[in-house]
């Protein structure tokens, strides 16, 4: 029970509950507008269902069991239709989430040319660029690598040891001295 009010003391205390404003506030007003077209919905049928002379002609029993079924029947409804709203607006995140999980996963398999691409509508962008400016990165570093290995392979067969401790500090392999 500690750990639970720990939990929620430490999500009270986090400065920052938007930490992607624009996404955030976006899902939060797709979300304010599904619940305000279900409100609406549900007004209009109680409205339309329930005029004063329906009513009069009803004992308080059986406009107390109408009201009831309606509610619930409604109530039901309205929880199907928020649920495929959030499935919805949740497959805009999951998806590229995936997308990009692979990205990385291709990425610490050395496979640079995995698909990082996102639909129009998609949501994450900004990680997703991230982690292809973190594949460019690795690629570069990858290319200066082979490039510096190239030149290490061509001053061993010249016989310029000497000169060799440079390029493979550059590589990372050998510190100075360590050899």
């Given at each position: 029970?500690?750990?639970?009010?720990?939990?929620?003391?430490?999500?009270?205390?986090?400065?920052?509950?938007?930490?992607?404003?624009?996404?955030?506030?976006?899902?939060g007003?797709q979300?304010?507008?599904?619940?305000?077209?279900?409100?609406?919905?549900?007004?209009?049928?109680?409205?339309?269902?329930?005029d004063?002379?329906?009513?009069?002609?009803?004992?308080?029993?059986?406009?107390?069991?109408?009201?009831?079924?309606?509610?619930?029947?409604?109530?039901?409804?309205?929880?199907?239709?928020l649920?495929?709203?959030?499935?919805?607006?949740?497959?805009?995140?999951?998806?590229?989430?995936?997308?990009?999980?692979?990205?990385?996963?291709?990425?610490?398999?050395?496979?640079?040319?995995?698909?990082?691409?996102?639909?129009?509508?998609d949501?994450?962008?900004?990680?997703?660029?991230?982690?292809?400016?973190?594949?460019?990165?690795?690629?570069?570093?990858?290319?200066?690598?082979?490039?510096l290995?190239?030149?290490l392979?061509?001053?061993?067969?010249?016989?310029?040891?000497?000169?060799?401790g440079?390029?493979?500090?550059?590589?990372g392999h050998?510190?100075?001295?360590?050899?």
């Amino acid at each position: 029970m500690s750990d639970q009010r720990s939990q929620w003391g430490n999500l009270l205390r986090r400065r920052n509950v938007l930490v992607d404003p624009s996404l955030q506030v976006r899902l939060g007003m797709q979300l304010a507008g599904v619940f305000l077209g279900v409100a609406v919905a549900y007004a209009l049928a109680i409205y339309v269902l329930f005029d004063q002379a329906s009513m009069q002609a009803l004992s308080a029993d059986e406009v107390r069991s109408l009201f009831l079924r309606a509610n619930l029947l409604y109530g039901g409804y309205a929880l199907l239709f928020l649920m495929a709203a959030g499935v919805w607006l949740l497959h805009r995140i999951s998806g590229p989430a995936l997308v990009i999980e692979r990205a990385v996963r291709a990425l610490s398999a050395g496979d640079v040319e995995a698909r990082l691409t996102l639909r129009p509508h998609d949501r994450l962008y900004s990680l997703a660029a991230a982690v292809a400016e973190l594949r460019e990165k690795l690629v570069g570093d990858e290319q200066r690598r082979r490039e510096l290995l190239g030149e290490l392979a061509s001053r061993i067969e010249a016989g310029e040891l000497t000169s060799t401790g440079e390029l493979l500090e550059q590589l990372g392999h050998v510190k100075p001295g360590a050899a």
